[in-house]
């Protein structure tokens, strides 16, 4: 099984759930996610050793650490939400290309259109400690 310190669960309108990790410990395809996005009701984010959960409500357009709302994104109208999600790979090498360091981290947020219909972004960024950035 992968490494990965943050695995997501994306929750449908109709009630299912998908997991990133299977009760058999496989990784499923955020693809199967991806084909299906326009069915999502809302999406979270946790740490697999620490307590800290981010979720996404993509009915409401809000965003949730442990789940208290954080205080970002307050358009009183949001329209056209949609989930942004995606990890980034960094790889430190010396001049010969041997690996010194790897680290990942994780974006997750929510695009949408306000009163204006202008296009607003509420991103997190977690380092695979768990340490969030706000964007």
Do not use: C
Request: proline share 1%.
């Amino acid at each position: 099984m992968t490494d990965l310190r943050m695995i997501w669960t994306a929750y449908f309108k109709d009630g299912r759930s998908v997991s990133q990790v299977t009760p058999e410990n496989q990784e499923v395809s955020f693809r199967t996610i991806l084909d299906q996005v326009s069915d999502l009701s809302s999406f979270q984010l946790s740490h697999r050793e620490k307590s800290l959960r981010i979720l996404i409500d993509l009915t409401q357009g809000r965003l949730y650490v442990n789940n208290i709302q954080a205080p970002m994104g307050d358009s009183k109208l949001k329209k056209n939400i949609r989930l942004i999600y995606f990890r980034r790979h960094q790889v430190d090498m010396n001049i010969s290309g041997d690996v010194k360091s790897r680290r990942m981290s994780y974006f997750i947020g929510f695009q949408y259109l306000d009163e204006q219909d202008e296009n607003q972004k509420v991103l997190l960024q977690l380092d695979q400690d768990g340490n969030i950035l706000i964007e």
